[in-house]
């Protein structure tokens, strides 16, 4: 088998003929043996996304970019520059994410504001999501408190 381009991403194909998967899906077949050009791209500082196979680590499937869900990080208090998810009462914590773009998603009840930082973000709660804010912005809500489900940096 071997990688073949197609698009912007790398698909498998089998070499007695035609394309066993391809895009960004993971295939159910293994690459035994890249090509050099698709060697190359495995090792190059190109960003990308890789499906491996749990059992064997053969390559199913790469696709180029990295997914959208895994850059943004989370901690249970808030820095200045942080999106920021404010508790509305003790004992619940504050909770700042950072990072580049992503969306964290969780559980924090008793939101009373919210803050975008250095951000341009999306916050959600229980029902609904408010839109895409620029850096800066002051959040506040016309209840005391929500239940906070997401926060998205773009």
Excluded: Q
Aim: hydrophobic share 40%; aromatic share 8%; proline share 6%.
């Amino acid at each position: 088998m071997r990688l073949k381009w197609v698009g912007r991403s790398l698909a498998v194909v089998a070499i007695s003929g035609g394309i066993v998967a391809g895009g960004v899906s993971a295939a159910h077949a293994a690459i035994s043996e890249p090509t050099a050009s698709s060697a190359s791209f495995l090792v190059s500082a190109v960003p990308k996304t890789v499906t491996l196979d749990a059992k064997t680590g053969a390559v199913l499937a790469v696709s180029e970019g990295l997914p959208m869900t895994t850059m943004i990080t989370r901690r249970s208090y808030c820095e200045p520059t942080d999106a920021c998810y404010r508790a509305s009462r003790v004992p619940y914590a504050d909770h700042g994410f950072y990072g580049s773009a992503g969306t964290s998603t969780g559980t924090w009840p008793n939101r009373g504001s919210a803050y975008t930082g250095n951000y341009t973000a999306t916050f959600c709660w229980v029902g609904a999501c408010g839109p895409r804010l620029g850096p800066n912005t002051a959040v506040g809500f016309n209840e005391p408190e929500v239940t906070g489900t997401s926060v998205r940096i773009h």
